[in-house]
């Protein structure tokens, strides 16, 4: 059971196209949000889409292959693990969760 623990896997389309950085010669970070909807019926019978965003960051080849072969809107799933982060901004605390990606496939896009 210990090879389950924090691991996420989504399928959703692309929020916009990857936000690349890169530290020294071959170290990349690729940043991205994932739109992931689900639907179901109020007690008044209207269907109802609720869209979740979720923060993704990859690291080297995954983050490479983001850059080349994926835009926004695009549909893709992606494997990976929950990591939660505290800053400070403007003497504040700030919390954030990312899922750290490991695994990225491309699905499609909107268009097709």
């Known amino acids: 059971m210990t090879t389950i623990r924090n691991q996420v896997q989504l399928i959703g389309n692309l929020g916009s196209d990857p936000d690349l950085k890169e530290f020294g010669e071959k170290k990349k970070l690729a940043k991205i949000s994932i739109a992931t ?64 990606a490991n695994e990225v496939v491309l699905l499609g896009s909107r268009e097709s």
């Open 37 to 100: 909807n689900e639907s179901y019926v109020n007690v008044k019978g209207e269907r109802v889409t609720e869209t979740q965003w979720h923060n993704v960051i990859a690291w080297g080849k995954q983050a490479e292959y983001l850059e080349k072969y994926t835009k926004k809107g695009q549909q893709i799933a992606i494997s990976g693990k929950l990591v939660n982060s505290s800053y400070e901004k403007d003497g504040e605390k700030r919390y954030k969760t990312e899922v750290v």
